[in-house]
C-alpha cells in the first residue's frame, strides 16, 4: 500500500502527545507514505521556531515529498474540470495522489475528496491491509 499522507496527519504527528503512536507513525509501519511539496510548505508554515523546524525536518526525512512538474499540469487541469468542487489546493493533492496512484490519507478532508468521488481516500488506517500478516 502507497499513501499519501495530507497535511492533517502531518501536524497531528508533529503535535502528537498521546500513548498511542500517531497515525503517522502508524501508516510508516504499514505503508510507503508520501505527501506533497504543498503538504511539506503548510507544516513548516506552523513551525515558529528552529525547534519545530527541525521537527519539520526530521519528519520529511521518512515521507517521501513529491514535488509539481510541468508535465503534470495538463492531467491536473483535467481533474480540476472532473472534480469542480475542490478548491485549487484540494486539487494539486488530488492530482498528486491520481497521477502517482496513491490512497490519500486524511480526517480533515476526507468527506472533501470524498464528495468528488472518483479520488482515492481514507480516513483511518483501519482501511488498510495489514502487509506484515
Do not use: W
Amino acid at each position: 500500500m502507497q499513501l499519501l499522507i495530507e497535511t492533517d496527519i502531518l501536524h497531528d504527528y508533529l503535535t502528537h502527545t498521546g500513548e498511542e503512536p500517531s497515525v503517522l507513525r502508524q501508516a510508516l509501519s504499514r505503508a510507503t507514505c508520501y505527501t506533497t511539496m504543498l503538504n511539506a510548505m503548510e507544516v513548516f508554515a506552523l513551525s515558529h521556531s528552529t525547534d519545530e523546524r527541525d521537527a519539520v525536518m526530521n519528519m520529511l526525512m521518512v515521507v517521501r515529498v513529491l514535488g509539481f512538474s510541468g508535465r503534470y499540469a495538463e492531467g491536473f487541469a483535467e481533474l480540476g474540470k472532473r472534480f469542480h468542487t475542490l478548491s485549487q489546493r484540494e486539487l494539486l493533492v488530488a492530482g498528486m495522489a491520481s497521477v502517482s496512484k496513491l490512497t490519500i490519507l486524511t480526517e480533515r478532508f476526507y468527506d472533501r475528496y470524498a464528495i468528488a468521488g472518483g479520488i482515492a481516500v481514507i480516513r483511518s488506517l483501519e482501511e488498510v491491509p495489514d502487509e506484515s500478516e
